[in-house]
């Protein structure tokens, strides 16, 4: 019987090549991650920064160098509502417009860096935050940041008079140094006071020219060093930080700014509510420990007695409200863009320029309503989104965005604490992405062994 072959399943030695296929696609290539520690030496040498006299003028240098490393990393994500503070930029440059001379340029170009610098701070916060599976060390910039604020404001009440002729303001030229807002900037000092009161009050100030950006910046750094400790369950900087938290209200409660306990008391009110609502024990439990600490301090520094007494002699309030009101004034004449800076006048009676006493009226006076209305929705967008948050770090987090709204009419953001402001932000909307992810998506099931059926 003669044998049958089998048909070939590959072409003869010698024939042509099948056509080759499509190849496969290559799986796309992810970024590098990005670096924590230039995020260290931004907010954690801030005390460095402070004795050199860089800490604002240099400020927007640190934002270029994690520009660049963003753009050399590409394909970044950018964070909820980023449209809404880009169209603020673009307002403000255009409202340079209507600066009346060359010498208010400096001076806004300086501002135009903060809120740049914010953004960049705030977009790589959140990618690194996105990427991370430690949220607890994404936040370690700001925990340092914190210790040298609490440092320094122990220093200002160690050595209320202390002030330094600093590197920076030597290498300045004479006359950008002898301006009085470069000089604020650059002579550093440990406390704010009237150096023409026979009794002066001493105000915690440093590393900030101004003792209400330090009880701004306290404001919104407090939560994120609450929100580590709840990540972090043991630890050597946990435990540092837990014994901060006392220790941090003496020179907190010795600026005599009550904005910043009106601010600290909405966030934790809007906590306190949100724990109650969801049955949160652990965090009603850190609001309430915040509370009883605040409570005993009192006991020891009469705050409120000093609030009244340095309310009576001082016209504060009156100077405030002379300023409001030619604000008010004078925006009805150029409300689109308004007047790109602050300006002084004659028909108040306070030192300060029209414009200023407040970030709100300096957005308003300075770029008008339409830039006003980016800037303050941006943060109502960021609470919003934040509200989502489940875990109690993230609730925490998520009233920064309450504490700054708050905080808006009475203190000045243009200074690096709106980059303080922007990073807690970013890594609350962080969080709560990925907690909300992990709703929407639960695990898959364990899969089910195959059952042997006997035959």
């Known amino acids: 019987m003669p044998a049958t072959r089998a048909p070939a399943v590959s072409e003869p030695a010698g024939g042509d090549p099948p056509p080759a296929g499509p190849p496969d696609p290559l799986p796309p290539r992810r970024p590098p991650m990005l670096p924590l520690w230039p995020l260290?030496?931004?907010?954690?040498?801030?005390?460095?920064?402070?004795?050199?006299?860089?800490?604002?003028?240099?400020?927007?240098?640190?934002?270029a160098f994690l520009l660049a490393l963003l753009l050399?990393?590409?394909?970044?994500?950018?964070?909820?509502?980023?449209?809404?503070?880009?169209?603020?930029?673009?307002l403000v440059l255009v409202s340079a417009t209507r600066l009346t001379s060359s010498g208010s340029i400096p001076a806004f170009a300086l501002r135009l860096g903060f809120y740049v610098t914010a953004l960049v701070v705030g977009v790589y916060a959140y990618t690194l935050a996105r990427e991370r599976a430690d949220a607890a060390a994404v936040l370690l910039p700001l925990c340092a940041f914190w210790l040298g604020l609490v440092a320094l404001g122990w220093l200002a009440v160690l050595a209320p008079r202390l002030a330094l002729t600093t590197p920076t303001e030597l290498l300045l030229p004479a006359g950008v140094a002898g301006?009085?807002?470069?000089?604020?900037?650059?002579?550093?000092?440990?406390?704010?006071?009237?150096?023409?009161?026979?009794?002066?009050?001493?105000?915690?100030?440093?590393?900030?020219?101004?003792?209400?950006?330090?009880?701004?910046?306290?404001?919104?750094?407090?939560?994120?060093?609450?929100?580590?400790?709840?990540?972090?369950?043991?630890?050597?900087?946990?435990?540092?930080?837990?014994?901060?938290?006392?220790l941090s209200l003496a020179p907190a409660f010795l600026t005599l700014n009550r904005v910043m306990f009106v601010s600290l008391g909405a966030g934790l009110a809007v906590l306190g509510v949100r724990a109650a609502l969801r049955g949160n024990v652990r965090v009603g439990a850190s609001v309430v420990g915040v509370l009883v600490l605040g409570g005993l301090t009192s006991l020891f520094i009469p705050v409120a007695e000093l609030i009244g007494n340095r309310v009576e002699s001082t016209d504060t309030n009156t100077d405030r409200f002379s300023l409001y009101a030619e604000v008010l004034r004078r925006i009805g004449e150029s409300p689109w863009l308004g007047y790109g800076a602050p300006v002084h006048a004659d028909t108040v009676t306070a030192e300060a320029p029209v414009g200023t006493q407040g970030q709100l009226w300096m957005v308003l006076f300075s770029h008008g309503v339409p830039a006003l209305l980016c800037f303050l929705a941006w943060f109502v967008a960021a609470a919003l989104h934040c509200r989502r948050a489940r875990s109690a770090a993230g609730q925490w987090l998520a009233v920064v965005p309450v504490v700054c709204l708050v905080q808006v009419p009475f203190y000045g953001m243009a200074s690096p604490t709106l980059a303080v402001a922007f990073f807690a932000i970013a890594v609350a909307v962080a969080l709560t992405e990925r907690e909300t992810a992990a709703v929407v998506t639960p695990p898959p099931p364990p899969a089910r062994r195959a059952e042997t059926v006997p035959a």
């Open 40 to 63: 260290a030496v931004m907010f954690g040498l801030v005390p460095l920064w402070w004795l050199a006299g860089a800490f604002y003028l240099g400020w927007s240098l640190l934002g």
């Open 72 to 90: 050399v990393r590409g394909r970044t994500p950018l964070p909820p509502a980023t449209g809404l503070w880009l169209l603020f930029l673009a």
């Open 179 to 246: 301006d009085s807002y470069v000089q604020d900037l650059v002579h550093v000092a440990t406390t704010e006071y009237n150096a023409r009161s026979l009794d002066p009050i001493f105000r915690p100030a440093a590393p900030f020219p101004y003792t209400n950006n330090y009880g701004s910046a306290y404001a919104m750094t407090l939560p994120c060093v609450v929100a580590y400790t709840m990540l972090r369950g043991r630890g050597v900087l946990r435990a540092v930080l837990l014994a901060s938290l006392p």
